[in-house]
């Protein structure tokens, strides 16, 4: 392959919980490799997703959202965030058009002014405002931070995104093809399996059970008689007992749902047959224990 005039990079999506960030980068991509939910912080790792073209191969790293900590896991998932800051070639500024500019936004813009690297302001949500509702929300942030570029985007309908693309890579630096063309996220299967049981979760449970819970393969292989189904042995984490009951549901009911909506979507993913066995076990304030929280898959990369 001729990698003249070839162009690749990294480019960090920043912005408060919620904005739909997740949402654009599997836009992007094609494919679901980072959990959406209505629920805010739903990432919680840097989710790396791949986009290769004919001109070149962008590297999104999807950073769990910039909140006010409540524990030493809150405090983590900032500190990823500022370190994806100082690791990119392009910062992506997500915002929501639909949402007033708030402390938030103006926290991050602060942390954005400690970067050499360019910011792109990408406002999102753009189908739920009046398009003449979006000069004066532009004029806010402008007023705040010398944007390297603005582009109004809606990540659910697809709307401006190619443009966006075309934007980033006529800024990126000409450079290698870092993977095959054919792959879309640098987490392992077992990685990607447990985030789509936690999406379930996330989308079932009740206030009080989300930000509780995480989610462990503890075995991931073909079965030996029928190469064409792979068993998934899976435990839940949570942090209460009273958490552990409603993941359970009246007679199993709710466990039942969760594994039937996992499974579904792990057989896309894989490709084959699936049989998914779920176990729940409390760990009491397992967020405020760094060792467990690193024991569970989160991890920060200096």
């Known amino acids: ?118 910011v792109y302001l990408v406002i999102n949500k753009i189908d739920k405002v009046h398009p003449e509702e979006l000069l004066p929300f532009i004029d806010q942030y402008k007023e705040l931070y010398a944007f390297e570029e603005i582009v109004p985007v809606s990540a659910l309908q697809g709307n401006n995104v190619n443009r966006l693309m075309e934007q980033l890579l006529s800024k990126l630096p000409e450079g290698p093809q870092y993977y095959p063309e054919d792959q879309i996220t640098d987490h392992p299967e077992r990685f990607v399996v447990a985030e789509l049981i936690r999406e379930k979760i996330l989308h079932l449970t009740r206030e009080e059970v989300p930000h509780s819970i995480a989610v462990v393969i503890e075995q991931m292989k073909p079965r030996e008689d029928n190469e064409h189904l792979i068993d998934i042995y899976a435990t839940i984490y949570t942090e209460r007992p009273t958490q552990k009951g409603i993941l359970v549901g009246k007679q199993g009911s709710m466990m039942k749902e969760i594994g039937m909506r996992a499974r579904e979507d792990i057989e896309r993913l894989l490709g084959t047959k699936v049989y998914l066995n779920l176990w729940i076990k409390v760990k009491k304030d397992w967020r405020n224990q760094e060792n467990m929280f690193k024991n569970f898959g989160f991890y920060d990369e200096e």
């Open 1 to 118: 392959m001729d990698n003249k005039g070839y162009k690749s990079g990294f480019v960090a999506i920043v912005g408060r919980p919620n904005v739909g960030k997740s949402t654009l980068m599997n836009y992007i991509v094609g494919q679901k490799v980072a959990i959406m939910s209505d629920k805010p912080q739903t990432t919680r790792n840097k989710i790396r997703a791949v986009y290769t073209s004919e001109e070149g191969q962008i590297i999104f790293l999807d950073t769990p959202g910039v909140h006010k900590p409540k524990s030493k896991l809150g405090n983590y998932m900032n500190r990823m965030v500022e370190n994806a800051l100082r690791e990119v070639d392009v910062v992506l500024f997500l915002v929501d058009a639909s949402e007033k500019l708030g402390p938030g936004d103006e926290y991050i813009i602060e942390k954005l002014k400690e970067v050499k690297t360019p």
